[in-house]
Each structure stands twice: as structure tokens, then as C-alpha cells.
């Protein structure tokens, strides 16, 4: 019969399970790695139940395992939460804020903001989990979100931004080999086992494009083959801009619905209020 697990051999299996080695996860933790295998071997004993079967090339998770990563990781952001609030009173400004967005959004428009930002309130840290993946506010996963999706959980304050217009851009010397072509026949970069892209031009009743030359699903290497003259692609129009892209296939545009989502708990606190805030204004002139 499982017991009550100790709350301090959480991280250890969290870790294992996500970095995928006793190795991996004791240089996250800063631990040797006897100690990791250690805790994992304790919480196996206190819950009564295998998490990993060991063979020559490391540890395998079990079913068990898999069923209790989600309670684990809400464990692991709960904790990381009750640290950030700790970090300052309420009403000062300062402290951390954990702000998760997209890969596109991290790399190419929260710097600037986070710089200006600090500028006003020196005091402030940030965190950013730079995910294409939804982080669940309701946990705590972070305190707040840049959405491209409706947030469904109760409990949260959204505020709907403009919307972000995504189109079709190349490098400025882009020099397809055969420039009479349509742009759907030209060298295109699409993404790959996500398969979102090509589906969205079919249901938007475009045509698909013929000539994928390269497919990854990571949209800041998306973006990084556009630069370089792979082949056209789809990026955020006022990015495009500041990163000097040419625009082709004028009438091929897709607007995405934006929303700035934070818990309506923490909206209460100083310095989280003072970001999202901040976050509302800049983001319907960057995005």
C-alpha cells in the first residue's frame, strides 16, 4: 500500500524523469550521483512500488512512473511558486516573475521588454519557459503566459491583445531558380512531424506548397532558414520587419488570436501586476 512519499525525494525522481539519466539529473541538482539513486531507491521503498527498471544502459520508467510525472511536475511548480512569492513582499517591485511564452516570442520580443523593464523596477528577475506547449497557470507553472491559444481554466484573468499576422517572407537576396513561378512552387520551408503548416494553408483554401526544401519543427529554425535564403516561410509580420525580411505573396496572411493570461491570484501581487501590465501595452506594437 503506497504511503505518504517524502516531499524532498520528489525533485529526484522529477529530475530522472526528465533530463533521462541519474547522471543528467544529479549535475541539475547538484548532487553526486549515488545520492540521486539513492533518493530514488527511498521513494521507491515509501510508495511500494517500482519507478524504473535498471538495465546496462540506464533507467527505463515503469507505467507507475509515467502516471505519477504529472503529479511530480505540479509538486516541482508548486514549490518553484511558493520561492517566487517568497522572493518579495507583495507590494514591492521586486522579486522574480516566471513569464512562459513561445519559442518565437522568447527569443525575438521579450529581451527588449524584459531590458526595459528592469529599467524601470531594478529590483525585478525573471524566469521565462520558452514552450510552444500551454503551462498551466492553475499550478503555478508560471505567473504569466503569452498565448496564441484561448486559456480554458478557471480562475485566470485574460486580457485579448491584437491579433498577431503571420504572412509569407524570404531573405532580402532570396533568388529562387525560377522567379516566374508561384510562390507555392518556390523553395519552401515548412515544419516537419508537427505537420501544422501545410494543413493550416489547405484550410485556409490555399494552395500547398510543392517544393518543401526543408522541414524542422523548431520555428526559431524556421526563421533562421528564411534568413539565410533556404527557401520562403511564414513568420510574425512585425518581426519580419525588425529582422529586415522581404515579403512575397502579398494576399497569404493568417492572423493569430493573442491573449496575456495571468492567475487571478497572483495578479494581486505588486510586481506581477506591474508586468503584465507593462507586457499588455508593448505587446500589441512588437507582435
Known amino acids: 500500500m503506497m504511503s505518504r512519499p517524502s516531499l524532498d525525494l520528489i525533485p529526484a525522481f522529477h529530475a530522472v524523469m526528465t533530463h533521462g539519466s541519474l547522471s543528467a539529473a544529479a549535475r541539475v541538482l547538484r548532487l553526486a550521483q549515488p545520492t540521486v539513486r539513492r533518493q530514488i531507491e527511498a521513494l521507491e521503498a515509501e510508495l511500494g512500488t517500482q519507478l524504473f527498471t535498471r538495465a546496462a544502459n540506464g533507467l527505463t520508467p515503469t507505467g507507475m512512473a509515467q502516471t505519477l510525472m504529472p503529479l511530480a511536475a505540479a509538486v516541482i511548480a508548486e514549490a518553484a511558486a511558493l520561492g517566487r512569492v517568497a522572493s518579495a513582499g507583495a507590494q514591492a517591485l521586486e522579486g522574480v516573475v516566471r513569464i512562459t511564452t513561445s519559442r518565437v516570442v522568447a527569443g525575438h520580443v521579450l529581451p527588449m521588454l524584459i531590458r526595459q523593464m528592469q529599467a ?55 533568388a529562387p ?111
Open 120 to 174: 524601470e523596477a531594478a529590483g525585478l528577475r525573471f524566469e521565462v519557459a520558452a514552450t510552444d506547449r500551454a503551462e498551466d497557470l492553475t499550478r503555478r507553472a508560471a505567473d504569466i503566459a503569452i498565448r496564441f491559444t484561448p486559456p480554458r481554466q478557471q480562475a485566470l484573468v485574460a486580457s485579448r491583445l491584437p491579433d498577431c499576422e503571420v504572412a509569407l517572407f524570404a531573405a532580402p537576396d532570396f
Open 177 to 287: 531558380p525560377d522567379p516566374d513561378r508561384p510562390w507555392q512552387e518556390q523553395p519552401f520551408v515548412a515544419d516537419d512531424r508537427e505537420d501544422l503548416i501545410l494543413p493550416a494553408l489547405t484550410a485556409a483554401g490555399l494552395p500547398a506548397p510543392s517544393n518543401v526544401v526543408l522541414r524542422c519543427d523548431d520555428p526559431l529554425a524556421q526563421i533562421a532558414a528564411i534568413q539565410g535564403g533556404v527557401g520562403l516561410g511564414f513568420c510574425q509580420v512585425k518581426l519580419a520587419a525588425r529582422l529586415g525580411l522581404r515579403r512575397v505573396a502579398p494576399g497569404v496572411m493568417h492572423p493569430m488570436p493573442v491573449w496575456l493570461v495571468v492567475h487571478e491570484d497572483q495578479a494581486r501581487i505588486a510586481r506581477i501586476a506591474f508586468v503584465f501590465d507593462r507586457l499588455k501595452s508593448a505587446l500589441r506594437h512588437l507582435m
